[in-house]
C-alpha cells in the first residue's frame, strides 16, 4: 500500500513567517493530496488540497505544491498568525479501493507571537 | 447539515468489556471510515465502507469489527478491550459523486482501556 513521511515532525516560527512542510509518496498511483490543520481535541478539517493534474495552488496565505515525478508535495503557510499554531496532517489517495486516505504522523507548527 | 456525527464524546473501558462507538452521517455518503489517532501519531484507518451491506478492513482492524446496514450509520464494536486501544477514534465520511474526494470527520471519541 501507499507509505506517506511527513516533514518535520515539529516546527516554531516566528509571527510573520513562512512555514513549509513537506511530504513524500511512494505509490505513483495516487493522484490526491489533501492537507489536514488539527487544533488541539478538535477534528482534522481540511485546509487545501492539490490533483495530479495540477502543480500548485493556492489559497490567501496557505499554498501546496506538487511534484509527481519525485513523488512529493509541500505545504507553504505564508505570514504566520498564531492561529495558524495546530498539527497539520498530509494524506494521499488514489480515489480507487475505497477512496482509503494514508496519513503522514503529522506537523506540530508553533507560531511564537 | 449535522455533518458526521459520534458519539459517547469520552469512555473509560475496563480490560475485557465491550462497546459500541456510534458514528452516523446526514449528507448522503456512501463512503465511511474508521480511524484511530494515538498521542502524537497520524490517523490509522481501521475499516471502511463503501456503501450499504459493504465493509473492508484497512490498517489495523485487529480487534475491531464494523457493519453498515444503512447509508447513515457506521457502527464500530470493540470485543474484549485491551490497554492498546485506549486512543481517540475518528469517523469520517466521503462521496465521490461529482468528482468529489474529502473526508469529512467526526469530533472524536476519546476512549481510555484500564
Known amino acids: 500500500g501507499e507509505n506517506v513521511e511527513q516533514h518535520p515532525s515539529t516546527l516554531s516560527v516566528q509571527e510573520g513567517d513562512s512555514a513549509v512542510i513537506k511530504c513524500t509518496y511512494s505509490?505513483?498511483?495516487?493522484?490526491?493530496f489533501p492537507w489536514y490543520k488539527q487544533e488541539l481535541g478538535k477534528r482534522p478539517q481540511l485546509i487545501i488540497d492539490?490533483?495530479?493534474?495540477?502543480g500548485e495552488k493556492k489559497d490567501q496565505r496557505i499554498a501546496v505544491t506538487l511534484n509527481k515525478t519525485a513523488k512529493h508535495f509541500s505545504l507553504h503557510i505564508t505570514e504566520t498568525q498564531p492561529e495558524d499554531s495546530a498539527v497539520y496532517f498530509c494524506?494521499?489517495?488514489?480515489?480507487?479501493?475505497?477512496?482509503?486516505?494514508?496519513f503522514g504522523t503529522g506537523t506540530s507548527l508553533t507560531v511564537i507571537p | 447539515n449535522a455533518g458526521v456525527t459520534q458519539t459517547p464524546k469520552f469512555r473509560i473501558l475496563k480490560i475485557g468489556q465491550s462497546m459500541t462507538l456510534q458514528c452516523a452521517q446526514d449528507?448522503?455518503?456512501?463512503?465511511m471510515y474508521w480511524y484511530r489517532q494515538d498521542p502524537g501519531m497520524g490517523l490509522k484507518l481501521i475499516y471502511y465502507?463503501?456503501?450499504?451491506?459493504?465493509?473492508d478492513k484497512g490498517e489495523v482492524p485487529n480487534g475491531y469489527n464494523v457493519s453498515r446496514s444503512t447509508t447513515e450509520d457506521f457502527p464500530l464494536r470493540l470485543e474484549l478491550a485491551a490497554p492498546s486501544q485506549t486512543s481517540v477514534y475518528f469517523c469520517?465520511?466521503?462521496?465521490?459523486?461529482?468528482?468529489?474526494?474529502?473526508?469529512?470527520f467526526g469530533p472524536g471519541t476519546r476512549l481510555t482501556v484500564t
Open positions: 449528507m448522503n455518503h456512501n463512503y
Open positions: 469520517a465520511s466521503s462521496s465521490l459523486a461529482g468528482g468529489g474526494y474529502e473526508q469529512y
Open positions: 494524506a494521499a489517495t488514489t480515489r480507487g479501493t475505497g477512496n482509503q486516505f494514508y
Open positions: 465502507s463503501v456503501g450499504a451491506g459493504i465493509t
Open positions: 505509490d505513483s498511483a495516487s493522484n490526491y
Open positions: 492539490i490533483r495530479s493534474n495540477v
